[in-house]
């Protein structure tokens, strides 16, 4: 019997003569944390987008859990969660209210609402936060909440789109502890980043992409193993390099904490640039 969440071939993207995604084709494994890596401009969050139902693609096949994601959007949407690149929480509201809101669009019974709640804000570290404005909570803490939001109804399948950057390594070592806890808990993740070190350690297998296509794929060891050593070890970074160039581009804000004022404004430029 097969153990596949995620099936997608040939599945194509264009935007008038723009090709973001060219006819790509790969598989996930119930339970399996896999990530698309590469380039700003690579085709990753285009391929996320049609993946979570919100972007129709131009041809080719996806299916999540046996769901077209073409023809059966409503049900993909049920068995999934995604944290997008831009701001998702709202910083007027507490992180129990955020929590909340979500609770009632998953249409989570009002009887079982506040104890999921509570738990939810608990297992993501958030308790002693869970009164206070959003607007209040460094970049780690929302992101976290982000994740809490995303996994209330418990979805088989996760996305998470670039969900460190802009943090720093502390609060990315935190939000990679609790994705990894989801994960041994079964949840099959599907995450988008440009931090060669975390896909390196958090995935079972890496999807590079480039100019739309998938430049490489396999686990971390068969990667490095795929291209020339030297007489160098390889890594990650040197796969990234052979297949793609030396096109990755560091976060600016490495090494530095950001507070809910700096993420927002950061990602609503980038949703202003596209």
Known sequence: MSNLILEVNDLTKKFGDLVAVNSISFSVQAGEIFGLVGPNGAGKTTTVKMLTTLL??????????????????????????YVPQLLSADGSLTGYENLLIFAKLYDIPSKEREKLVRDSLHFMGLSDSADKLVRSYSGGM???????????????????DEPTVGLDPVAREAVWEYVGTLAKGGTTIVITTHYMEEADAMCGRVAIMNHGKIAAMGSPADLKASIPQNGEAATLNKVFEYYVGDSLEPSDAEGSKKDFRDVSRTRRTARRLG
């Open 56 to 81: 129709p693609p131009t041809s080719g096949f996806a299916s999540v859990a046996g769901f077209d994601v073409t023809h059966h959007a409503r049900d993909v949407r049920r068995v999934i969660g």
């Open 142 to 160: 929302i992101r976290r909440l982000e994740i809490a939001q995303a996994v209330l109804h418990k979805p088989r399948v996760l996305y998470l």
